[in-house]
C-alpha cells in the first residue's frame, strides 16, 4: 500500500523567519500520521527548517540541485550539500525551472542519477503545457518526458522515486485537473513505468497532482486510487491550509 504524500513546494517565498513561523504554527496542528508530509523550501531556509522540524515527522525538501559534486557554477547548489543539511527530498524539473532557467530533460536526467547517488528521494515533474492538452497530446508529451528523464535509472531507483504530474496550465491559474483528469495521468504514469521498468517499480513509485490544489479541493483528487499525494504550491504558505491537505482524510 502506497502512503499518500503531501509536499509543500514554497517556490520563492517565505524569507527564514516567515519559514520558522510557519514551522511553529505547523507544530500547533495535529496532522494525520497516515500521511507523509514534507515542505520543500528555498535553499536558505534549509538549516533553519531542519533544526524547526527536528521531532516531528514533516519532512523537508529543496526545489534543485546541481548534477556535479562541486565546480566553477556560480549560484549552484550541489547535492552533498544538500544532504548535509539532511534534506529528504528534491523537487526536480518543476515546469517553471523548464521554463525560466533552461532545465532540460538531458539535465533533469543527470540531476536524478546524482540525487540517488547521494541518497535524496527526487519529486520529478512533469506535465504539459495548456496548447499540448488541446491538441490531444498530453500522453505523449508526459510519456516522452518520462522515458528521457528516467534513462538509465534502475526499477529499484525509480520504485523509489516520486513523479509530481502537474499540468501546466493549472498551475497557480486556480483551475485544477478535474479528480478524473488527474487520475488518468497518474494511471496512465504508472502504466508508462510499469512499461519501461516491471509491474513492482510501477506498483511502489508514488505519483503526485499538482496545480492549484486547495483544502476544498484536495480529498476529491486524493481520494482517486494512482494518485498518490499532492504537490502544492500556494496552498503551502499558509500553514492551516496546508494542514488541512495533509489531513484531506482525517
Ligand atoms: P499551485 O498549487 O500554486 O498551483 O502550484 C503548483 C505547483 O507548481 C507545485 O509545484
Redesign the pocket.
Known sequence: MRRKFIAG?W?MYKTTAEALAFAEALKGIRLDPAVEAGV?APFTQLAALKAAFAGTDVKLGAQNAHFEDQGAFTGEVSAPMLKEIGVDYT?IG???RREYFAETDETVNKKLRQLFAYGITPIL?VGEKLERRDAGEELQVVREQLEKDLAGLTAAQVAELVI?Y?PIW?????R?ASPDQAESMCRFIRETVAGLYDGAAADKVRIQY?????PDNAAEILGRPNVDGA??????LVPEDFAKIVNFGF
Open positions: 513546494n517556490k520543500c523537487v518543476h515546469s517553471e515533474c509530481a502537474e493549472a498551475i497557480g491559474t486556480g485544477t499538482g496545480g492549484s490544489v486547495k504537490l502544492v504550491g500556494g496552498a503551502s
